[in-house]
């Protein structure tokens, strides 16, 4: 069974920083992609980033583009969200799931972190950076 269970989320200030985590079990891990996403209230849900195990591409949203690393640990079969200079509008539920395609990933950039190319899904973890 494929599993995806996010922790490390919390409640930081504004410029601090935040490191979560995303255990995967249930498939071989070095052959999937695995992305972040996250959805505030009453908002869509939005692609944040994504790293290929295959090949250790990564993407990223530009609202996160030089905040946010993603990384891979395929050893622990877990990847890694390390936030840093927080912001408010980074306030939401923050979810990893499975890229839907095993290997490396063959789209251009802007299509990899459409929510729907993605099939398993944690259940979450509430980030929380007040204004």
């Known amino acids: 069974e494929v599993q995806l269970v996010e922790s490390g989320g919390g409640l930081v200030q504004a410029g601090g920083s935040l490191r979560l985590s995303c255990a995967a079990s249930?498939?071989?891990?070095?052959?999937?992609?695995i992305g972040w996403f996250r959805q505030a209230p009453g908002k869509e849900r939005e692609g944040v980033s994504c790293?290929?195990?295959?090949?250790?591409?990564?993407y990223y949203a530009d609202s996160v583009k030089g905040r946010f690393t993603i990384s891979s640990d395929n050893a622990e079969n877990t990847v890694y969200l390390q936030m840093n200079s927080l912001k408010p509008e980074d306030t939401a539920v923050y979810y990893c799931?499975?890229?839907?395609?095993?290997?490396?990933?063959?789209?251009?950039?802007?299509?990899?972190?459409?929510?729907?190319?993605?099939?398993?899904w944690g259940q979450g973890t509430q980030v929380t950076v007040p204004s």
């Open positions: 249930g498939f071989t891990f070095d052959d999937y992609s």
């Open positions: 799931a499975r890229f839907r395609t095993p290997g490396s990933i063959r789209l251009p950039g802007r299509w990899v972190l459409s929510w729907y190319r993605y099939d398993y």
């Open positions: 790293i290929s195990n295959s090949d250790d591409s990564t």
